[in-house]
């Protein structure tokens, strides 16, 4: 029997896409992987100028405002930006009104909530050292400005992206993160410490929405209450909403618990390797939760289809995801002598379990998208029940046996090192968790999940450490200096060694999931890929 999904072959099997609709997903895909690629690409210069300009402790501190933010901003934008991707164009006009003034409700009062905090900070430094950390208040004023834009942009970002204008979107994502590259460098480079961190997200947003007023993306009715009552709206958004205030424990508010325990340089430090061991998931994850969600929306009821397409996102996934994360702790190492020459050297060892715990949270964040797309509201809270169990477990555990190994004195272990090795293993295990279920939920068999959940994250690591330790050795037989150049060498030698390896085990390994994910990728991908891997 043949089984179709949109994502896959076009459409359900009872509605099959048009060649334009098809055209159009083409398109998209593209788009925002170029896009996405480009803002991921910018944010790693960012992070590059960020360790040559700031010190640790200025780091730390907008790490401390971004978790002091998890708690102010709880319930970030009521949960609408979870349920906007999934709401198809001809039900939208009618949608946006009341989706813009109720997450602006909730925006407006995060706001509010944060200015109040400012105004505490000198009465907790008492309690909260970190509440006399430089900058602190600027940081979080900032913070502030951004709340009350993002309010304005987000209701015409989700029009343009539920009416598949994925080009125009990512235009303006690269624009917007070439601005971000700029800004930063300039505050840093002229001493301005944390604010270099904040600014950017204050200015990009204010250019997008003027942006979004000049190109039809900013109608009358989307500022204007449609449709639902109050009470009808409160009920359909709880779940989306709980998902909200659940995202925003998990990914800020652990900042705040390790604020409290460690120093701030210490808590730059993590927040430098958390930030880098996610760069991946933030790449895959934002590109293709809007990708993935406005076309499996219309697989909505096809039981068939939807398990298809979750099936074979989830297989995709557990190949090609540890593939990138993984490798970013093999090439650190070498790249952080190079570009920083030895400034953050302190996170080597941890940023492997940070990388292991971000393969698996990066491909349930892939699942996410089809989970919207299907409106399985309560099953996203429950992902992200299984995230925050991950990071603020990993932070509390870690602070705790940082303080149980600094009351006998000197500590016998790194802090960072341990805050990294307790954060990458509840990771590791809250996302191993939720993928299972999920996948019995569409009724994966057993062996099946075990296999995909084992052999390519298995295959990333070995291949990772196999490239470094080739590596290493070239080096030393080579007899290289230990500076810049030296560095800069091996890191060429780990990384061809490493994309050969890889390229070699997926082909000969895992050839029948190679193929059915090539061919699902447009043309151009397409061709490409089957160049690479030898697939004709």
């Not at 920083?340 to 940070?354: D, E, H, P, R, T």
């Not at 715990?357 to 797309?373: E, R, V």
Request: hydrophobic letters at 55%; aromatic letters at 10%; proline letters at 4%.
């Amino acid at each position: 029997m043949t089984v179709c999904s949109s994502l896959y072959s076009g459409g359900a099997c009872a509605a099959p896409m048009s060649p334009p609709l098809r055209q159009k997903r083409t398109i998209a895909i593209i788009a925002t992987t170029l896009a996405s690629v480009v803002a991921r690409l910018s944010a790693l210069v960012s992070q590059v100028i960020v360790g040559w300009y700031l010190t640790e402790e200025q780091v730390g501190t907008f790490a401390v405002a971004i978790g002091i933010m998890g708690v102010t901003a709880l319930f970030r934008a009521g949960g609408t930006a979870l349920v906007m991707p999934s709401i198809r164009p001809a039900n939208y006009d009618n949608a946006a009104g009341r989706m813009f003034w109720w997450g602006s409700t909730f925006l407006l009062l995060s706001a509010i909530a944060t200015a109040g905090t400012i105004g505490l900070l000198p009465t907790l430094e008492s309690h909260f050292v970190a509440a006399a950390l430089p900058g602190l208040p600027a940081v979080l004023w900032l913070m502030v400005g951004r709340q009350v834009v993002f309010a304005m942009t987000t209701v015409s970002r989700m029009r343009m992206s539920v009416d598949l204008r994925f080009s125009e979107l990512a235009k303006l994502d690269v624009a917007s993160a070439l601005m971000r590259i700029a800004l930063t460098w300039w505050m840093a480079s002229t001493g301005m410490g944390a604010v270099a961190l904040a600014l950017p997200q204050v200015i990009t947003p204010v250019v997008e929405f003027v942006y979004f007023a000049f190109c039809g993306a900013c109608k009358r009715s989307d500022f204007r209450w449609q449709g639902m009552a109050f009470r009808e709206m409160a009920r359909f958004m709880k779940w989306p909403m709980i998902a909200a205030v659940i995202n925003t424990i998990q990914g800020q508010l652990n900042f705040l618990v390790l604020g409290i325990a460690i120093p701030a340089s210490t808590l730059g430090l993590f927040y430098f390797a958390f930030q880098l061991a996610n760069q991946p998931t933030m790449l895959l994850t934002s590109a293709l939760q809007n990708v993935l969600a406005p076309f499996l929306a219309r697989d909505r009821g096809n039981r068939i289809a939807e398990q298809v397409g979750m099936e074979r996102v989830f297989a995709a996934a557990m190949l090609f995801v540890p593939v990138t994360t993984v490798a970013t702790a093999s090439f650190f190492p070498t790249l952080e002598l190079m570009v920083w020459g030895g400034k953050w050297s302190a996170i080597n060892g941890g940023l492997y379990f940070l990388c292991i715990g971000a393969t698996y949270a990066t491909i349930a964040g892939i699942l996410t998208g089809p989970l919207l797309g299907l409106q399985r509201f309560k099953a996203v809270a429950g992902f992200e029940v299984g995230k925050m169990a991950g990071t603020i477990g990993g932070a509390v555990l870690g602070a705790l046996l940082v303080w149980l190994d600094s009351t006998n004195g000197t500590p016998r272990y790194e802090p960072i090192t341990v805050i990294c090795v307790t954060t990458g293993a509840t990771m590791t295990i809250a996302s191993l968790t939720q993928l299972v279920w999920i996948m019995r939920q569409y009724k994966v068999s057993p062996r099946d999940i075990v296999q995909h959940l084992t052999f390519g994250p298995a295959l990333a690591l070995l291949t990772a450490l196999a490239a470094q330790s080739i590596g290493h050795s070239l080096r030393e037989s080579m007899v290289l200096s230990e500076g810049r150049l030296g560095a800069g060498l091996e890191f060429i030698a780990v990384a061809t060694i490493y994309c050969t390896l890889i390229i070699l085990g997926v082909r000969f390994t895992a050839e029948e999931t190679l193929r059915a994910t090539v061919e699902i990728l447009p043309a151009p991908a397409r061709r490409f890929l089957h160049r690479v891997f030898v697939l004709d």
